[in-house]
């Protein structure tokens, strides 16, 4: 299967399955919430996956968190689970779609789970639909790679300078963590970058020893990076040339690590405040 232009192997897709829908997931709540409903609250953190699929990070730190399976769940009353949904909602909560904008999967049924205009993710919904749910699910407000479209000579130049650059473009990540930061390190050649959570002072480090300011678009190893009016790193892309450009959106499981035009991802990291620089690795 293709997402994004990309291939997803099967073992990967049923990843992403137990990343959507886990076995148990968090829903955050008032304390009085929690006493009406005559729930537990359960304090466990989310794992890396969890946080990203359900935006816990952007979550009021105020609220507590009820932990529930599927089967506990449906045997709720369902004005209980209909009040729990559209609590998530205004609790801003990732992973509570509307009924609207999947009908064509899962029929009028769907109205049934909650309130009748949203619903949550359970292995259940994904047991017959995983290989139309799961690629609108990853490709929802991302372009596709271009990684297939860049010449081998483009490669060819760019593989001095960026060494990893084509191994990594158009892969998927085993889960959250990996971020942009650490894409543009691996592909110069960073070990373990790759696949690690990287902060800000690391890369900022990096930055400092292998860059000088500079560089062009349409060059190889030009690094594109964003700041905020704090001068805080927000993220960062690296060209291989002919205005090819890799990136990687975010630290999120859903985000593949991509080629794109520069002008692409100019556009799309476009944010208030966030001003872009570049830097020119050094030979």
């Given at each position: 299967m293709e997402v994004l232009g990309i291939e997803v192997s099967r073992a990967?897709?049923?990843q992403w399955i137990e990343w959507l829908a886990p076995d148990r997931q968090p829903f955050y709540?008032?304390?009085?919430?929690?006493a009406l409903w005559g729930l537990a609250q359960d304090d466990t953190e989310p794992d890396r996956q969890q946080r990203d699929t359900y935006h816990s990070y952007g979550v009021d730190g105020r609220l507590r968190s009820v932990w529930l399976d599927e089967s506990t769940f449906m045997e709720l009353p369902r004005k209980t689970r209909a009040g729990l949904v559209r609590a998530q909602v205004v609790h801003e909560r990732g992973s509570v779609p509307t009924v609207r904008a999947w009908r064509d999967v899962f029929g009028p049924e769907i109205r049934l789970q909650a309130d009748g205009h949203r619903f949550v993710w359970?292995?259940?919904?994904?047991?017959d639909t995983a290989a139309d749910v799961l690629?609108?699910?990853v490709s929802e407000a991302l372009g596709p790679s271009h990684h297939r479209d860049v010449p081998e000579s483009v490669w060819?130049?760019?593989?001095?300078l960026l060494p990893r650059a084509r191994e990594l473009a158009g892969?998927?990540?085993?889960?959250?963590g990996p971020n942009c930061f650490g894409t543009v390190m691996a592909a110069a050649g960073v070990g373990g970058a790759a696949d690690t959570w990287m902060q800000r002072e690391p890369f900022d480090q990096w930055l400092a020893d292998n860059t000088t300011r500079g560089g062009r678009d349409d060059v190889p190893g030009t690094v594109?990076?964003?700041?905020?009016?704090n001068r805080l790193v927000q993220h960062a892309a690296?060209?291989?040339?002919?205005g090819w450009t890799l990136h990687k959106p975010s630290q999120s499981w859903t985000s593949p690590r991509k080629i794109r035009t520069a002008p692409e991802v100019r556009r799309s990291t476009r944010t208030p405040s966030w001003h872009l620089t570049r830097h020119i690795l050094r030979p």
């Open positions: 990967l897709l049923h709540l008032t304390a009085k919430q929690i359970w292995k259940s919904l994904l047991r690629p609108r699910i060819a130049s760019a593989a001095p892969t998927f990540p085993d889960g959250s594109l990076v964003w700041r905020d009016d690296i060209t291989i040339g002919a």
